[in-house]
């Protein structure tokens, strides 16, 4: 599995459901992809890795957008 498989999967959940909350994503490509692609920040939590989200920016699109007050 790659950074472009990861990034992939997420676009294309975005486009089967319509958004992409990041409430169990991160366990969801734990899971699937592996632990490389998600790491342990300092305060103890568990985010996507940098690289993933870099390629998933760089695929997205203008028309896809970070929605801060729904975390999706």
Known sequence: MTVKDVA??????I??????PQDGLI???KEK??????FETT???LTINKKVLREFNKI???????DKDRCC
């Open 8 to 13: 992939s999967f997420m676009l294309n959940e």
């Open 15 to 20: 486009k089967k459901n319509g958004s992409l």
């Open 27 to 29: 366990e969801i490509i």
């Open 33 to 38: 992809f592996g632990n490389e692609f998600v």
């Open 43 to 45: 305060h103890k939590t």
């Open 60 to 66: 997205k699109g203008e028309n896809i957008v970070w």
